[in-house]
């Protein structure tokens, strides 16, 4: 087991694939995004951030107004 969060979701998306890692309510319902869709979000990030020049041992920061109802955060 790691302690980098990045791998733990990582792990979590191959271990449980379709089982909701989230629920959000969107309008008048509950919506999920599965373990799996969290895994590619993860990956499509880190992608971004290594393509923009970011490191091994770089600090990264993100400064956004966040609600449960915004799962677009990751």
């Known amino acids: ?14 271990r449980f694939g379709s089982l909701p890692a989230m629920r ?4 008048g319902g509950w919506r999920s995004i599965p373990y799996a869709e969290l895994g590619d ?6 992608k971004a951030l290594v393509d923009s020049g970011v490191g091994a041992g770089d600090l990264v920061g ?13």
């Open 62 to 74: 993100r400064h956004a107004r966040v609600r449960a109802a915004d799962p677009q955060v990751l």
């Open 41 to 46: 979000r993860v990956r499509a990030l880190s």
């Open 1 to 14: 087991m790691s302690d980098h969060l990045g791998t733990m979701i990582l792990d979590s998306a191959r």
């Open 24 to 27: 959000y309510l969107d309008g």
